[in-house]
């Protein structure tokens, strides 16, 4: 019976994994993943993501041994060597059809077509699934026939054509007897920087399959008042295991589904909330399949490209290294870059601020993100921080700039965020953590604002009303 090869990327899981069913279905199967280290690196991902893929392929390696399916494992330089090596591993274990899950990402497809032009080259087969999301890009369009741009009608027209088949779980492979081909041993990647709390993210399916059931157990119920507030374990953490396929999208929909009386739109606030959440993420792969523009560093609202950032180093360290006088985006900063992870709200709250306050170009903050996040992948944080800026779609408008002061007061009313992150400020009076004076700056060391909100927030207006009209 003819073996067929399944290539694993960001979908390191075996229930619901569209490509592994398919392949599964033909008969035995034989995995492969292709490190491509330098390649990600080049491309800005960082040590805390790549050391979870890492965890995340080794526990898929497991996970497949106990159902005899053997994980071969390459290493590559860049993904121009994927197409190669690929012809290579089918020979070696004689098999004739390649199997993968589509991303989205312009470098990405542009790989995925290379492997399977060189497979039908070869008289062999590549068969590609959409598997990230529950419409393929292209078929969930607006009445003239284009890609969504503005996420509440995309939303919309998400939960109006739902159906069942959409979210449909793929069945997962039965035990397959052995093909006599060992699995490789996984070295850990020689990574540029120490990735940071590791313990706090378990990888693998399983650990996302128990985050999941905490969450609705725990939190979901509580998710639409409680989000918001980074002193509160309000969110479901489960962005990593989403970014790297260690849960499906699927899987979470239907687990909401069961928690709120089969339904995704109407019922608990929370759960719609979160499921919301889920949507968004779908919304921006779209996007990034419908424009690849952005995939070149560039803005989606294209007259925005004449917006003339500030060439501020200074300032942008201060950003980076949580020292710009504001504790609630100071304190964000510091729990990215010692976590790995940062609360949604606050990555709202210190993308603004770096684009809009400090008018530095929101391409140094989405690099500087990518580089420190557990959960990084393109299409999301790419579109979280056009919306930040008021460059992407459905952005922010221009003249929304959020106050960092009255937001760190709504959201973090008792300062206890900024004082486990920032502890210089934990002794003052919870009311005087969210601006401290000049004397209480003094006497802690914590430094004076490097920006005024008002002129900040004047200075941006008057450029991005200097920019020429939109087409």
Not at 229 to 249: C, K, Q, R, V
Not at 349 to 368: N, P, Q, V
Not at 379 to 390: L, V
Not at 427 to 456: F, M, N, W
Request: hydrophobic share 40%; charged share 25%; proline share 6%.
């Amino acid at each position: 019976m003819a073996r067929t090869l399944v290539w694993f990327r960001n979908d390191l899981r075996i229930h619901d994994n569209t490509a592994l069913a398919a392949a599964a279905r033909r008969g035995p199967v034989v995995a492969v993943f292709l490190r491509s280290l330098p390649h990600w690196q080049r491309h800005g991902h960082g040590a805390n993501k790549l050391d979870f893929w890492h965890r995340g392929v080794v526990a898929l390696r497991d996970a497949l041994a106990g159902i005899g399916i053997p994980l071969l494992h390459r290493d590559i330089d860049d993904f121009k060597e994927a197409a190669a090596t690929l012809m290579r591993v089918a020979r070696e274990v004689d098999a004739d059809e390649l199997h993968f899950n589509l991303e989205y990402p312009l470098d990405e497809q542009r790989r995925d077509q290379a492997v399977a032009a060189a497979f039908t080259e070869a008289g062999l087969v590549a068969r590609g699934h959409h598997d990230g999301v529950a419409y393929p890009p292209g078929e969930l369009l607006t009445g003239k026939g284009s890609f969504y741009t503005v996420f509440t009608p995309f939303a919309k027209a998400w939960h109006r054509q739902l159906t069942a088949q959409h979210l449909a779980l793929k069945e997962g492979p039965a035990p397959q007897a052995d093909l006599g081909i060992a699995s490789d041993r996984l070295e850990p990647p020689t990574l540029n920087e120490v990735p940071v709390e590791a313990e706090r993210w378990p990888a693998g399916e399983s650990a996302a399959g128990d985050r999941l059931a905490r969450f609705l157990r725990f939190r979901a119920r509580h998710y639409a008042t409680q989000r918001d507030f980074p002193a509160l374990a309000g969110t479901s953490e489960l962005s990593p295991y989403l970014a790297l396929g260690m849960i499906s999208h699927r899987q979470c929909l239907q687990a909401a589904l069961s928690d709120n009386d089969g339904s995704l739109a109407e019922g608990d606030a929370g759960t719609i909330s979160w499921v919301n959440e889920l949507v968004w993420r779908e919304f921006y792969r779209h996007v990034t399949a419908g424009f690849p523009r952005v995939c070149r560093h560039r803005a989606f609202q294209q007259h925005t490209e004449a917006l003339i950032w500030r060439n501020d180093e200074a300032g942008f360290r201060a950003w980076c290294e949580g020292r710009t006088g504001y504790p609630i985006v100071d304190a964000a900063m510091r729990q990215l870059v010692s976590t790995g992870w940062m609360h949604n709200r606050l990555r709202m709250i210190t993308a603004m601020f770096l684009s809009k306050h400090l008018l530095i170009d929101w391409r140094r903050g989405e690099t500087f993100f990518l580089r420190h996040l557990v959960d990084g992948e393109f299409c999301a944080n790419n579109g979280g921080w056009q919306w930040a800026a008021s460059t992407g779609t459905d952005s922010a408008p221009y003249f929304r700039i959020f106050n960092p002061t009255t937001q760190s007061q709504r959201f973090d009313p008792d300062g206890r965020f900024i004082a486990e992150y920032l502890p210089e400020l934990a002794k003052l009076a919870p009311r005087d953590r969210h601006e401290p004076s000049a004397a209480q700056r003094s006497q802690t060391g914590y430094p004076a604002p490097i920006v005024d909100h008002k002129a900040a927030r004047s200075r941006a207006l008057n450029a991005f009303k200097s920019l020429p009209p939109s087409s």
